[in-house]
């Protein structure tokens, strides 16, 4: 081979004050780390200089998008050009520690993804956004029946062929990072995870208060894609039991079953019985 192994893919949105020491810093990190590498800047329709600023850097190849297409299009168009092996996605805000590349690239050998981990005390995560990101985890452990200490970190690896295989499942917007965590996991890869500082961005923040609930949505998505019956099976189960204790109630009090009951116990068998045929569904689909 004689193409580069490693391609870094930064997306950048209005980012003219911060790509510059971030271009440079991931260009001294890749020097002494890999002697084959690329960077691909994503201008994801900046209204500022942002390409200009980037296209100084003699070792960076800009794409740019005719319009802002969001944080995932971004990615997907750095992935569909890139000619490494293995993908680094990274922020242009200067939030993630790019010193940490070369430990992902190092992980790789072992894994299907690395993630950098937002774990470290050194973290300025909004405390507002807190809430909602220690429950979109949860809700994701749940499903993928893993522990995740980070769900959508943006400084990750992985291998460009697995990222093509999920394209079409991949969001646009800031789920990219969630989604493609999820559908590893449920896929069976392996995914190690490296504790990493997270710094305040220069600038101002894209994410909006309605991106939790893409982020929801999309992992209920991903849920029924790779494993229905987490998604059925608690609510038709909670409706069968239900149904069946209000009966259980009426009937010795009263000798006799209401309506209310029987269509609760009827609805979680229906839910239940939906969530065996996707999960059949799914199993086929898999085998062929």
Not at 25 to 51: H, K, W
Not at 265 to 277: N, P, R, T, V, Y
């Amino acid at each position: 081979m004689t193409g580069p192994t490693v391609s870094v893919v930064i997306p950048a949105y209005n980012e003219e004050v911060a790509i510059g020491p971030v271009l440079k810093q991931v260009v001294e990190i890749l020097n002494g780390a890999t002697p084959r590498y690329e960077i691909i800047v994503v201008d994801d329709g900046s209204g500022d200089n942002t390409a200009q600023v980037a296209q100084t850097c003699p070792q960076v190849k800009v794409l740019r998008l005719p319009s802002n297409r969001g944080y995932g299009a971004a990615l997907k168009a750095g992935i569909r050009h890139a000619a490494g092996q293995i993908i680094v996605i990274t922020d242009a805000d200067g939030t993630y520690p790019n010193n940490r590349i070369p430990d992902l690239l190092t992980q790789m050998a072992q894994a299907d993804m690395v993630v950098g981990a937002r774990t470290h005390p050194n973290v300025r995560i909004p405390v507002l956004r807190r809430p909602a990101k220690w429950f979109l985890r949860k809700l994701a452990e749940y499903v993928a029946e893993a522990q995740i200490p980070d769900l959508n970190s943006g400084l990750r690896a992985f291998y460009r062929a697995d990222a093509l295989r999920y394209l079409p499942l991949l969001p646009n917007k800031f789920s990219f990072t969630t989604t493609i965590t999820l559908l590893t996991l449920a896929d069976g890869g392996i995914i190690e995870y490296l504790p990493i500082a997270y710094h305040r961005r220069v600038g101002k923040s894209k994410i909006k208060p309605a991106d939790a609930f893409y982020f929801f949505a999309l992992t209920v998505r991903t849920a029924l894609l790779f494993n229905p019956l987490k998604v059925f099976l608690p609510p038709g189960a909670a409706l069968v039991l239900l149904g069946l204790g209000m009966g259980l109630y009426q009937l010795m009090l009263t000798f006799g079953i209401a309506q209310a009951p029987i269509f609760l116990f009827l609805s979680g068998l229906q839910i239940i019985a939906m969530g065996l045929l996707a999960d059949l569904i799914v199993s086929l689909r898999h085998r062929s």
